[in-house]
């Protein structure tokens, strides 16, 4: 991109973007949501702390103002459904927020047990307070990976509730992955290159789960738990198999298995139901306004706009230009503060930063003349970060295509964990 298009770009952001100062100046975006069912709340690292602190004040505002139903996040089901279970006061719930969050137990930790959660936890537990137990705001987890804490949480279920039938069907499915040591990928090379699958095991238990709660429980969460940790089980299998030989399309499987799960919670919650969506922008941000339309990968943000039409449908990105952020430099590593260094010349977060160094708001509009047109990379750090390869670390996009608002942090400070083994700064 030639130097006379980014400071077009860097003078519409100046006209357009709102700074960001209080948390007054959010309503900017509660206004521009309307009346949408579907608010889906991005982050361009799985450890910056403006990002959760940002997205739970956002999130107070929806519940207050605009009745939003839940919040699904891309964290696991069982771990979620802890949380669930204490910001509903369910008696059956852990004693406080420092117990629920430590169930946040398989790396990355960090993602759901620090602070900037327990915040928005403590929240939620006192606006339930003195609510209904039909009006209680609940948290949900849409990811995939909890095989076998999913196993454990249905056998549990099918023993409190006394139902033999489905708990031999359940134990059968389970035996099928006795074997594999609870390594997905253990499972994965087996069922990829030895033909080992327990698909038909764990099709046929979400099979049975689904039916019964519609004939018979259909009111109860903990039916609907169990139906989803089902679900994680079908999928999940499906994802360890195919991630050994396609990375697009497991890819495929998980962002599909989210708004599959995202689907089934709206239907529980009923036909005026809305949702709060908390994943990383490149779950959240449409797929196709992106590289990963070429590889032929989707992701919730397109199948959800997909589904429901842009109409019904806001996601916000959020970014930002340097700082510190929490992650590992390998998958599994111990966990450390990081900088972050300022974002590379014509990215998306530079010119944020070049038309103005602080924090702030621009809504996008799908027809702008060049922000819907132009290519522009745009910074994404997972939960494994090394700094030597920043250059990879973007993605191409065409910013008012893949959301509709972003959120520019200009200098972030790192998320802070319950636990931590190891800081570097």
């Known amino acids: 991109m030639n130097e006379n298009v980014q400071e077009a770009i860097v003078e519409q952001i100046k006209q357009q973007a709102v700074p960001l100062n209080t948390p007054d100046d959010l309503d900017v975006l509660i206004e521009a949501i309307g009346d949408k069912k579907y608010v889906l709340l991005g982050e361009a690292t799985h450890g910056t702390s403006e990002f959760y602190k940002l997205r739970t004040e956002l999130t107070r505002k929806l519940v207050q103002t605009k009745g939003f139903s839940f919040i699904a996040v891309e964290g696991d089901w069982p771990s979620c459904y802890e949380v669930n279970r204490y910001v509903k006061q369910y008696?059956?719930?852990?004693?406080?927020?420092?117990?629920?969050?430590?169930?946040?137990?398989?790396?990355?930790?960090?993602?759901?047990?620090?602070?900037?959660?327990?915040?928005?936890?403590?929240?939620?537990?006192?606006?339930?307070?003195?609510?209904?137990?039909?009006?209680?705001?609940?948290?949900?987890?849409?990811?995939?990976y909890s095989l076998w804490e999913s196993f454990e949480e249905i056998e549990r279920y099918l023993l409190e509730k006394g139902l033999p039938e489905q708990l031999a069907i359940a134990r059968s499915a389970f035996a099928c992955f006795d074997s594999y040591d609870k390594e997905?990928?253990?499972?994965?090379?087996?069922?990829?290159?030895?033909?080992?699958?327990?698909?038909?095991?764990?099709?046929?238990?979400?099979?049975?789960?689904?039916?019964?709660?519609?004939?018979?429980?259909?009111?109860?969460?903990?039916?609907?738990?169990?139906?989803?940790?089902?679900?994680?089980?079908?999928?999940?299998?499906?994802?360890?198999?195919?991630?050994?030989?396609?990375?697009?399309?497991?890819?495929?499987?998980?962002?599909?298995?989210?708004?599959?799960?995202?689907?089934?919670?709206?239907?529980?919650?009923?036909?005026?139901?809305?949702?709060?969506?908390?994943?990383?922008?490149?779950?959240?941000?449409?797929?196709?306004?992106?590289?990963?339309?070429?590889?032929?990968?989707?992701?919730?943000?397109?199948?959800?706009?997909?589904?429901?039409?842009?109409?019904?449908?806001?996601?916000?990105?959020?970014?930002?230009?340097?700082?510190?952020?929490?992650?590992?430099?390998?998958?599994?590593?111990?966990?450390?503060?990081?900088?972050?260094?300022?974002?590379?010349?014509?990215?998306?977060?530079?010119l944020m930063h070049r038309a103005g160094a602080h924090d702030q708001i621009l809504l996008l509009r799908r027809e702008d003349p060049v922000l819907g047109h132009e290519v522009l990379g745009h910074r994404a750090i997972g939960v494994v970060y090394r700094q030597a390869y920043e250059r990879g670390n973007y993605v191409p996009s065409v910013m008012a295509r893949r959301y509709d608002a972003f959120v520019h942090v200009d200098e972030s400070r790192a998320l802070h964990p319950l636990t931590i083994e190891k800081v570097l700064v």
């Open 184 to 350: 997905g990928q253990n499972y994965g090379a087996s069922a990829a290159f030895y033909g080992e699958s327990c698909k038909d095991e764990v099709v046929k238990l979400l099979k049975e789960l689904h039916a019964k709660r519609v004939r018979y429980d259909e009111d109860s969460e903990a039916a609907l738990s169990a139906e989803l940790n089902a679900l994680v089980a079908v999928n999940a299998e499906d994802y360890y198999r195919t991630m050994v030989r396609h990375d697009a399309d497991s890819w495929n499987i998980r962002d599909r298995h989210m708004t599959e799960a995202l689907r089934r919670l709206v239907q529980y919650h009923g036909p005026d139901a809305k949702v709060i969506v908390w994943e990383h922008n490149t779950h959240i941000g449409d797929a196709r306004a992106t590289d990963m339309q070429a590889d032929g990968m989707v992701n919730v943000g397109q199948l959800v706009r997909e589904a429901h039409g842009e109409a019904d449908v806001f996601a916000i990105g959020f970014g930002t230009y340097r700082g510190t952020v929490i992650a590992a430099k390998d998958w599994g590593a111990p966990v450390a503060a990081m900088h972050v260094p300022a974002a590379q010349p014509g990215s998306w977060e530079e």
């Open 91 to 144: 008696k059956d719930a852990k004693p406080n927020i420092r117990e629920v969050l430590e169930g946040f137990n398989r790396w990355p930790t960090w993602m759901w047990a620090n602070e900037e959660v327990g915040e928005l936890v403590d929240w939620l537990e006192r606006h339930n307070a003195d609510k209904p137990v039909d009006q209680r705001v609940g948290f949900y987890g849409l990811d995939v």
